[in-house]
């Protein structure tokens, strides 16, 4: 034992040995020092194994230091491979953490997403014709040659692809007809090409990207924020500043966030026609292949575009000198489970540590991002039009009590009557309405029983579609039941409210000849599914579409021509300081899906509340009136933008030594100026399988470091091992 056991202790009697900072993938408070064995060459960012807890665990060396200082350390076992990490993805780890008060080795695990991505893509052997000919010429080998004339093939899908068995290919092989070399089962992406035409720009698009060409040229961080209205081409204009970046610095590495993985097909088909090769794809759905494909290829820096999903902002990127932040004011940016983050707010922040140009582009920006362009931090880059002859909706209410729809109906008359007009003309209507599935309750018309969920007690959504009853929060789902639980009546269960799909049954009865179709992530699921719908819109295959908001972002259906809000009051009401501010982004988003191209379009808004000031603002264009009347309320109350928010959420099994635990974290709050501390209270979903939740919400001036006060916060409280706690940086619900 003395030799396994002190092993190390008796290396570090032979005079100072340098040691290293490790940092693991897990919830621990910091990176832990290890010898480094003699022989082993380390450098920052390399993955290495070490003993941790009794096993051997992966991590990555933060910091090579010259000695231990005579203590006895433990020693890393040996190194692995794969792309080291880059400066300036540690540092985003390390800063990260701090400002959203995780320990730094959760954001690494973010990093690293899946220890498989360190493993070398396996190699394959693929074939290419040699120039030789076979002295006897067969058929069979014929189709072969033919086959092989492409691209490189492994040898069973260069059969495959003649018709011929595996033998017919190794005769070839043997011959020296075919030569074989290896390659990664992982190609690499193709590389943009930076001199392909764009579309010709108009004078205003012009000037925009003159501004953006110059920050390009500065080099170094940025901010820019694209304000246009839908389709006045702000995606054509950051193509430009794309373009300029890789004609000047060709490895450049270039990060383009988008909010819904429904709009990155159409996107990278964009990305494709624009440059010439497909981005490196990102998001949570990408197969196990794919995502240690995109890993690898970013770190070793061989990924020069990324399109993703709020996640991608973690990837180990080595040279991002570009982060495009697309529909910058999209709510689904906010991470809101897990590690609570906001992915624009990160990237800005990783631009400036990498020295990246950080481009936010919306239609309806958010209050937080025009402030800051108001107040000069960021490039203000306007385009007030539509590009070409295409001309912004005209928007029109309907007052649903003047025009109440029938009862267990949902469309009124005069939204009816244009969707008539629009259909006999070969147009297409869009009815928007952001409620996923068929009715919002289930009732029991016996008894008055509601149908909640047991996770949450909040109440089941129905879905004919499946014919499942769900819970929307956590994914809870259950066969809707033939007879009620409560009064065990038969069939008496019944749906209460509109969702997409009963929107759609009701769309299918008016029009009985119309191809109605619905498109929520719950009926299309998965990109292909989507892209397919997509293709079917934007063909004139479909007359009704019945959507959710995946229905109202970023889509270009040319024969759209008008938007039918089924219910502009949703929303308005609710515990979400963004509530008026989202609502009204949401019926931009949804009324600027009309009238894209050379067809003049149209939205009616179907509200109760003609005169809230949200809709007023809509109907008028007018979004300096509503953007006022929300800034001053912002304003007043100090609230975001004008003030910073955080909240506490502790969770645990049992409500009554929850209590007890948030009662002592209540009284360790550090009294600072400028701070105020509310709670503990129920949150906003009070119990979530199983476990209570109680929150503190924080709320500061805008000069304070509400970090750095939720840290200070959370070294002086001891937090039992039952109990969850979970800090959110500038939460949403408020
Ligand atoms: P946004 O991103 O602002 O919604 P897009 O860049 O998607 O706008 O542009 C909307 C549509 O108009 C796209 O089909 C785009 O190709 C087209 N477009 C934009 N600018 C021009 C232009 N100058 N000439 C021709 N077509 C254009």
Redesign the pocket.
Known sequence: TLYSGSRHVLSDLFGPRPCAAILFPLPLPEAFDYAIPEGMELEPGDHVAAPLGGRMAQGVVWEVKPESGGRALKSIEHAIGGPRLGEGTRRFVDWAAGYLVEPPGVILRQVLRSTSALRPSPVETVYRLSGAQPQRQTPARQAVLEAAAGEAMSAADLARAAGVSGSVVKGLVDLGVLIGEDRPTDPPFDDPDPYREG????QI?ADAAITLRRLVSAGGFQCALID?V???????VYFEAIAELVRREPEAQILVLLPEIALTQSVMDRFEARFGARPALWHSDIGQKERRRVWREVASGRARIVAGARSALFLPFTRLRCTIVDEEHDPTYKQDEGLTYHARDLAVARGKLEGALTIL?S?TPSLESLVNAEAGRYVHIR?PGR??T?QLPEIDTIDLRDFPPEKGNWLSEPLIAEMDQVYEKGEQSLLYLNRRGFAPLVLCRACGHKMKSPETDRWLVEHRYTGRLICHTTGFSMPKPKACPECGAQDSLTGVGPGVERVAEEARHRFPDAVVEVFSSDTTQGADAVRALVGRMERGEIDILVGTQIAAK?H?FPRLTLVGVVDADLGLAGGDLRAGERTYQMLVQAAGRAG?ADRPGRALLQTHQPDHEAIQALVAGDRTAFLDAERMMREMLKLPPYGRLAALILSGPEPERLENCAREVAAAAPHAEGVEVFGPADAPLAVVRGRWRKRFLVQAERRVDVSAYMRAWMARVKIPAAIRSSVDIEPYSF
Request: aromatic letters at 0%; charged letters at 15%.
């Open positions: 579309v010709a720009l108009n698009q246009g839908t389709g006045s081409g702000k995606t054509e582009a239609a385009l590009a070409g295409a970023g270009n894209r």
